[in-house]
């Protein structure tokens, strides 16, 4: 287990535990005065084993009551843009992971919390309001109780940070594209290298020709849409704690990070993708000599997406460009290498290594092994930041892949056997949770976590 603070390297990003104390009383001091918000709260913590502030999207303050210095000085910073509020002030605290404040006269508050899908929110909880605007919407709200002067509201957002009920121009064009990345028939998932090239010719002209007109955080929010779709299908752990969080009808409002897995020959043409749909580089991970993979990070911030895509790297390599330059073929394969060699990159055949969910992380990992969900030990274990993921989901690895890895001398001749045996360490879900604002990585914690999801580990054990 790791921990300790001290050893912790911060990065470019920082801790607010200023901010993050002052809106977690505000939520409590809101929930005292709105008996339907506590009972709900308890609900979905004891239900889903996730924390009722995570899910909060933003709160509205009465400005007869609130001095808006009190923002400032926490590092709030005020945003006048309208096309994102046309009614009040926005203040947001830019480099975290903290919700935004909106402050209107009128002496009303109000919390809203977000959804996956408005209507199912809706329909297990019975409310009178009418809804403004509709289901895959950039934004759309509802009220769900109203006590004194405090209102409960539900969100959904699909690839919008505003607050601006738009009219639904482009919603033909993005159901289509969500259809579109989660058809198996358009979104192909080529096995061979001749196969992988042309699907990603493909994939590019579709999203510059057929989806040019959806804005780029829209185009984001429905291709991982359809990649969580997709690594759901073969992940038990994501389908057992989705369910657990549908029969609240929150869906999956609470991912934090999707990761990708490339083999090297793939990576600049997987990152070119990820930007094309609208994705921007973050910060990049290159965890040593020693440990023989790098990372870039990427996010769209509209669209409240972020991606992380991993790949073996040589030492010589550590200040390449991936985005663009070419990593040339390499005869050993490391823990992300061998991993696409066996199932297929993540664009392609195998789909998302793991997608990170916040939640209460020690009562998620205390219930997770009581529906028959095993759980690794924590491989980030501070104060702002813990994380741990399911033991891997088990999958088979094609014949033709394990014969050529072992001509290849990949693999020796039991791990071979095994390999054409038994499921192979696939895919994960990692619980993870964040405090005080803290919007990064830990990379040593991330480099044990790596060497424990290489597939070879579990060989030989059986």
Known sequence: MIGGEETFDMGRW???????????????????????????????????????????????????????????????????????IQDGRLFRHEGSTIFPIIVRPGGIEELAIRVGHLDSFTKTH???DPKMGRSHAPFSHV???????????????????????????????????????????????????????????DLYETVEDRFSGLSRPRLTQAFLRAERAFWLRRNKAGRIQKKRQDNLGLGLANHDHHAFRSSRENMVDLLELLKLIGLEERERFYAGD??????????????GCVVFADVDLLPN????????????????????????????????????????????????????????????????????????????????ALKKRARSLFEAEQLMNEQFYEVRTYPIMGSHMEIIERNDGYKGFDQDSVDTIIRDTDPRTKLSQY
Not at 42 to 65: K, N, P
Not at 150 to 175: H, W
Not at 185 to 200: I, N, S, Y
Not at 355 to 360: E, S
Request: proline residues 3%; charged residues 30%.
């Open 14 to 84: 920082k801790l607010y535990p200023d901010a993050w104390k002052f809106l977690a009383a505000r939520v409590k001091l809101f929930m005292n005065y709105h008996k339907y918000v506590t009972e709900l709260a308890g609900r979905i913590e004891r239900a889903t084993s996730t924390r009722f502030i995570d899910w909060v999207d933003h709160m509205v303050l009465a400005e007869e009551d609130f001095d808006t210095k009190v923002l400032t000085d926490l590092g709030f910073t005020e945003v006048k843009d309208e096309r994102l």
């Open 126 to 128: 019975a409310t009178k």
């Open 143 to 201: 009220v769900m109780a109203r006590q004194d002067y405090f209102i409960f509201s539900a969100v959904e957002r699909n690839g919008y940070s505003g607050f601006v009920v738009q009219p639904e121009t482009d919603m033909n064009l993005y159901e289509e594209a969500v259809r579109f990345f989660k058809t198996r028939e358009t979104r192909k998932r080529g096995l061979e290298p001749v196969d992988r090239l042309g699907m990603l010719r």
């Open 290 to 303: 020693e440990a023989g993979w790098g990372a870039q990070v990427l996010e769209n911030a509209e669209a």
């Open 317 to 396: 390599e550590k200040d390449v460009n991936l985005a663009v330059e070419p990593l040339r073929q390499s005869h050993k394969l490391g823990t992300i290498g061998i991993w696409c060699a066996l199932h297929g990159d993540s664009i392609f055949t195998a789909g998302m290594h793991h997608l990170a969910l916040r939640a209460n992380h020690a009562a998620l990992r205390s219930v997770l092994p009581r529906l028959k969900v095993p759980v690794m030990e924590p491989f980030s274990y501070y104060d702002h930041l813990k994380q741990s993921f399911t033991e891997g989901d088990g999958w088979m």
